[in-house]
């Protein structure tokens, strides 16, 4: 059974710093991997997805990896902005079926 | 509309009674997910309905969840004799067809059952 991890649930730093976000996944076989964000009353925007056979995407400051024999991906986000507050939650999709499995996410808050 | 919508936003009912929650997809995607999320915690599957074909119904929780879709468009999801535990938000996400598609999420609808 496919389970998802994310660490760390919460995290606070200061406007401008690089940061790393972490999920992790016990089953390699994977259709592909999203990261999403979660804004209170906003629902959620879907940032990066990548599929099995890549190794990362790109949208802005964001930058998404995968290792997918290791079960590891990874959100990276540069020069981190206030706007950028937010529940952010990572999803694996299976090889055999279409259904996420969600992390538990990790919130960020950038501070001014 | 341009994106997913969802109503009620929010609903406070009485343990025991029945609720309808509603969700429009975006138009013409023909896959509709529902998920529910409890307080920090990340989100279940409930239920899948892609075009005409027959819902996957297995991650409904109980026979007291219920949900209908017509054709590709609304879709609402029941949830009769409502217990304590069902409090949670309620999403809703459309893509088109494929797992490979990004899903688009409605805000929520936020459930409180006293």
């Known amino acids: 059974k496919q389970e998802v991890t994310q660490i760390p649930a919460a995290l606070s730093v200061p406007e401008g710093e690089n940061l790393v976000l972490n999920c992790s996944f016990t089953?390699?076989?994977?259709?592909?991997l999203q990261w999403f964000r979660q804004d209170p009353g906003k629902g959620l925007t879907s940032l990066l997805l990548?599929?099995?056979s890549q190794r990362e995407q790109t949208s802005g400051r964001l930058n998404a990896s995968l290792d997918k024999s290791s079960g590891r991906s990874t959100l990276y986000i540069a020069a981190s902005q206030p706007g950028d507050s937010a529940t952010y939650l990572c999803?694996?999709?299976?090889?055999?079926?279409?259904?996420?499995?969600w992390g538990a996410g990790t919130k960020l808050i950038i501070k001014p | 509309g341009a994106g997913v919508s969802q109503s009620p936003s929010n609903k406070v009912t009485e343990k025991g009674k029945d609720v309808e929650l509603r969700c429009d997809p975006i138009?013409?995607?023909?896959?509709l997910y529902w998920y529910r999320q409890r307080l920090g915690q990340g989100l279940e599957f409930l239920i899948y309905?892609?075009?005409?074909?027959?819902?996957?119904k297995s991650g409904l929780p109980s026979d007291r969840f219920s949900a209908e879709r017509t054709g590709e468009s609304v879709s609402t999801l029941t949830i009769q004799r409502t217990q304590q535990e069902d409090s949670a938000v309620y999403l809703c996400?459309?893509?088109?067809?494929?797992?490979?598609?990004?899903?688009?999420f409605g805000p929520g609808t936020r459930l409180l059952v006293l």
């Open positions: 996400a459309s893509s088109f067809a494929g797992r490979g598609e990004t899903q688009y």
């Open positions: 138009s013409g995607h023909t896959a």
């Open positions: 309905f892609q075009g005409n074909s027959a819902p996957d």
């Open positions: 089953d390699s076989a994977i259709y592909n």
């Open positions: 990548i599929q099995s």
């Open positions: 999803a694996v999709r299976g090889d055999s079926n279409y259904q996420l499995i």
